[in-house]
């Protein structure tokens, strides 16, 4: 996916789709979540997976779309390479890490969405939620975000931070992904002295019966 320049653009309100109205952003078919010291990463394609790996010998796990579950081998000339799947992810596992990491680090995963009770749906929306908060701006990508009086088109997540996080009133402001999932931002605090992350947003997951005009 081509990375474009950011740029903000102020439309009237506009009515909102659906959830499932769209394809969703263009993506290749090779792309991974891989776990690192149980931290949830996405990881666009095979060659980024493995130059990642050469710098960190704590990746766990690494999972392909299908749930399919790959090793890292070394070659004879002792270069890291992704070997075929040994075998299938446990989903139920796989449930309660999510839930444990998302708990634990809820600014690293800021997207809360009602998780399906179907394993492949589960793991879509979480390839899904990781791929919005890793990827910046991607050909194919918007985010919409209505507040009272207009409709906001950004084209990544960074953007709708940056633009929420400076936002004095957030009750009535509503953000759809690329995906068209419909959110409700919420600014937290994480209870610490420390400045890094100390305020940031989780964006929480409604549907459009729950939402005026949508």
Known sequence: MGILRATRVLIPALPWSAVGDGAGPARGDTDFIVMNGGIFEY???????????????????????AGSRYPLLRDKHGNLKLAPPSGTADIGWLREAWETAQQKEPWRYPLERVMPDSDAEFLA???????????????????????????LHLQSLDEVNELLLKA????????????QHLYRPHRMLTGTLALT????LVYREEFPEQIPDT
Do not use: C, N
Request: cysteine-free; aromatic content about 10%.
């Open 43 to 65: 990881t666009p394609s095979p060659e980024s997976l493995v130059g990642d790996a050469e710098y960190d010998a704590r990746t766990e796990v690494i999972i392909d779309r």
């Open 125 to 151: 929306s979480l390839f899904e939620m990781l791929e919005e908060t890793a990827t910046g701006a991607a050909e194919g990508w918007t985010w919409k975000v209505r507040q009272p009086g207009r409709t």
């Open 168 to 179: 004095r009133d957030l009750p009535d402001t509503i953000v759809q992904d690329p995906y």
């Open 197 to 200: 992350h100390r305020h940031y």
